[in-house]
């Protein structure tokens, strides 16, 4: 055996050992995505939005009809998405999703209303992100 006969399958067998350790300790960290998303969903599904603008009351029924569709409203209302950049980045997503049924006017208001909204119920969070951020 030449000794890269040896020292490929070597390295290989390293690098696998430390990415099974690597993912193990990631996995045991953080919920697994449908314990989160299990925990967005069990959470209230309706806003308050007596006291929000008229043009957001208007832009809530577009939310709540087409993000209702595959999931109930609950996921994206409880959701840790609160950046504007979070929201634009996901309405999107969710209306490249084959059957979403949204057009690009209802996506523009959804993600209004929902820049709107976190900046009125998740204060804190955004403050938190925004504080993180800065700290990268
Ligand atoms: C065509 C089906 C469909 C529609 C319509 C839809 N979603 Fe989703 N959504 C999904 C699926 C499937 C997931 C599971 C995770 C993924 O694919 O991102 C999901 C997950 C989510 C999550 C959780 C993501 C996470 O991992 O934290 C949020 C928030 C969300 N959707 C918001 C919305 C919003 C806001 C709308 C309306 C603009 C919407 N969804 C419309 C299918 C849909």
Request: net charge positive; hydrophobic share 35%; aromatic share 8%.
């Amino acid at each position: 055996m030449t000794k890269q006969q040896i020292l490929v399958p070597v390295a290989m067998s390293v690098a696998m050992a430390f990415l099974l350790a690597v993912s193990g300790g990631l996995l045991a960290q953080a919920p697994s995505s449908e314990e989160r998303l299990e925990g967005f969903d069990s959470g209230p599904k309706t806003i308050d939005i007596s006291s929000y603008p008229a043009e957001m009351k208007e832009s809530y029924k577009v939310f709540a009809a087409r993000c209702s569709k595959c999931h109930t409203l609950a996921r994206p209302i409880n959701s840790d998405y609160a950046l504007p950049d979070e929201w634009s980045r996901y309405v999107k997503r969710m209306m490249r999703k084959p059957g979403s049924g949204i057009s690009p006017k209802e996506g523009k208001k959804i993600y209004q209303f929902l820049a709107y909204d976190s900046s009125i119920r998740k204060k804190d969070l955004i403050a938190k992100k925004k504080a993180e951020q800065k700290g990268d």
